[in-house]
Each structure stands twice: as structure tokens, then as C-alpha cells.
């Protein structure tokens, strides 16, 4: 469970796709991120850009906000190449993510026995990540269902109350009728 989790905070959400980056998948595959990506260069035909693509310095300074303080500081001082002026702050070359296709793909590319397990574990994490958001898009459906019934039922309570409303007006007329001082002659 707790690698699942681990996976799971290294999910980012990036141009409308949910990516990991190379230094978290290096990290997970226990091999530098240089050689990670020195691998995919080799394979570059597998890697087409919609299965990888190279961070834009705002992407990568949203996915540092989104990071907390402690894995922030992973990411900078991992096997990225940094600039040695900033120790560790500057990054020289922005990091690379990879969709759930790119990191299938990583799978024919790093053979080892880590590499193989943490990828069915990566692609597991990827499916209930699905499975959750179909589920919680059926249930936005039935909200949205509940609602539209409750508008339907207030539309009908609320002509159910004016006709009580209408009838008490009426009972109310008839109590005053029946209850008004009488005039003239009474019989007998």
C-alpha cells in the first residue's frame, strides 16, 4: 500500500495529461535519471510526443508548487544536472514527463527485474486512478439526476401547497358566511 501511495504523489497533471517524471521513475526504477533518459534517447522512435515530452519552465515551476517542501527538495538535488552555482537549485536541463503510454513503453526499454515490477505497479496505480474517476463522474451523473428529480418534486410541492392554500382560503369564506350575525326575523 505504501508504494502505491508513493506512486500515486508522484502523478502530475501536465497539458491536461497525468505524467510522471523521469527523476521520479529513475527513483522508482533504482537507476540514474541519466541513464533512464540516455535509454529512451536510444529508443526514441518508441517515444513519440504524446507518450513523452520535455517540461517548459512554467510547467515545471507549476509541478514545484504543487510539490510539498521535502520532495521539492528531492526533486532538485536528485540526479538532475544542476548548475553548480545555485548548489543544487538550478536546474540545467528540465526534466522530462512521461504519460501512462510513455512509461508502458519504459517497460521495453529498461529490462531489469526492479524496472519490470515497479511498471505493473506504476500501470496498476494508472487503472484505479481511472476506475476512480469514472466512478465519481457516474456519481456527479446521479447528483445531477437527484437534482433535476428534487426541481421536478419542487415544482409539484409547490402546486400542492397553493391548492391547500386555495382550499383554506375557500374553508376560511365559508366559516365567515356560516358565522356572520343574521338579520332580520327568525322563526319560530
Do not use: C
Not at 507518450?51 to 510539498?68: A, K
Not at 548548475?83 to 528540465?94: P, Q, T
Amino acid at each position: 500500500m505504501e508504494i502505491i501511495q508513493s506512486i500515486q504523489n508522484r502523478i502530475y497533471t501536465v497539458k491536461g495529461e497525468r505524467v510522471m517524471l523521469d527523476i521520479d521513475l529513475s527513483e522508482l526504477y533504482e537507476v540514474e535519471t541519466r541513464t533512464l533518459n540516455q535509454a529512451v534517447k536510444r529508443n526514441s522512435k518508441r517515444f513519440p510526443t504524446d507518450f513523452m515530452f520535455q517540461l517548459t519552465r512554467e510547467e515545471w515551476d507549476t509541478i514545484q508548487t504543487q510539490i510539498s517542501g521535502h520532495q521539492n527538495e528531492r526533486l532538485l538535488r536528485s540526479q538532475f544536472v544542476t548548475l553548480e552555482s545555485g548548489k543544487g537549485k538550478h536546474l540545467k536541463y528540465l526534466p522530462y514527463a512521461f504519460t501512462e503510454q510513455g512509461v508502458a513503453m519504459l517497460s521495453s526499454v529498461l529490462n531489469s527485474d526492479k524496472a519490470i515490477t515497479m511498471n505493473i505497479a506504476i500501470m496498476r496505480v494508472f487503472v484505479e486512478i481511472r476506475k476512480t474517476l469514472l466512478q465519481q463522474s457516474d456519481i456527479r451523473e446521479q447528483i445531477k439526476q437527484i437534482r433535476e428529480r428534487l426541481g421536478e418534486h419542487d415544482t409539484q410541492l409547490s402546486h400542492i401547497y397553493d391548492a391547500m392554500e386555495n382550499l383554506l382560503d375557500e374553508k376560511a369564506a365559508e366559516r365567515k358566511w356560516d358565522q356572520r350575525d343574521r338579520i332580520g326575523f327568525k322563526a319560530g
